[in-house]
């Protein structure tokens, strides 16, 4: 079994900073891709960020200059540090990444984490 354990979502105001943590555990060959999702009360789960292994990193427009994703390969664990937080950043952020099983095979699982509440209000 594999299982992402997420840490680090709270209660912020406008303009303050989180740091998400996503650690993955279990019995799996490598990571591959790991991303951040988010999704809004009333609205559809939307990508925030993806990152490779070896680092390089893709956001949503709208929190592009704002939130950085990174990883530890060595800790099996992605971040997302989110800087100058908006009320629109209110969200369950969830953890997502792909997991190789085996040595013996190619093809790569999509697993999820069970989600961190971000809530940005005055």
């Known amino acids: 079994q594999v299982q992402l354990v997420e840490s680090g979502g709270g209660l912020v105001q406008p303009g303050g900073s989180l740091r998400l943590s996503c650690a993955a555990s279990?019995?799996?060959?490598?990571?591959?891709?790991m991303r951040w999702y988010r999704q809004a009360p009333g609205k559809e789960r939307e990508l925030v960020a993806a990152?490779?292994?070896?680092?390089?990193?893709n956001y949503t427009d709208s929190v592009k200059g704002r939130f950085t994703i990174s990883r530890d390969n060595a800790k099996n664990t992605v971040y997302l540090q989110m800087n100058s937080l908006k009320a629109g950043d209110t969200a369950v952020y969830y953890c997502?990444?792909?997991?190789?099983?085996?040595?013996?095979?190619?093809?790569?699982?999509?697993?999820w984490g069970q989600g961190t509440q971000v809530t940005v209000s005055s």
């Open positions: 997502n990444a792909d997991f190789r099983k085996s040595l013996y095979t190619p093809s790569y699982e999509d697993y």
């Open positions: 279990g019995s799996f060959f490598r990571i591959g891709a």
């Open positions: 990152i490779d292994r070896g680092g390089a990193a």
